[in-house]
């Protein structure tokens, strides 16, 4: 199964060992992990202004992750779909993935619940998921 992430969910699953980095972990070994350039900046530039993380660690954690992911060209939504313009391009990388899921911890997206025929949930919930298939 192909599945995004979110750059909220990269964040956590990098900055501490929790359920976000298990989940990471997971998904890389279970499922296709799809990304994009609009994420993987996104995701560079909040180590960098928020996280205060020097460039080279950025630099070795993005192509850590290059490594384990494919990337996309996020989709164009002819239509704006998100209140956050960057929301579409996330949307967008998961259409151009062909993704089943989308999971974020953004709120705005999180209701939503579907775009077209993604299921757009929580880290939690897709965990959820994963032990009810096995039942």
């Known amino acids: 199964m192909r599945i995004a ?3 909220n969910v990269l964040i956590a699953a990098f900055i501490s060992r929790g359920s976000c980095s298990e989940l ?3 998904l890389i070994e279970n499922h296709t992990v799809v990304s994009s350039t609009f994420i993987l900046d996104e995701l ?3 180590f960098s ?3 205060k993380l020097d460039s080279e660690i950025i630099d070795r954690l993005v192509a850590v ?3 384990k992911v494919v990337v996309v060209t996020p989709a164009t939504l002819h239509i704006q779909a998100c209140r956050d313009r960057d929301d579409d391009n996330v949307l967008g990388t998961a259409i ?3 993704c089943a899921y989308l999971i974020t911890g953004d709120k705005d997206l999180v209701d939503m619940k579907r775009y ?3 299921d757009i949930i929580r880290p939690n919930e897709f965990w959820r998921f994963e032990q009810e298939k096995k039942l």
Do not use: N, S
């Open 96 to 98: 151009a993935g062909q």
């Open 65 to 67: 992750l290059l490594k």
């Open 44 to 46: 560079r530039e909040k």
């Open 49 to 51: 202004t928020k996280f």
């Open 5 to 7: 992430l979110d750059t």
């Open 24 to 26: 990471l972990e997971y």
């Open 116 to 118: 077209r025929d993604i």
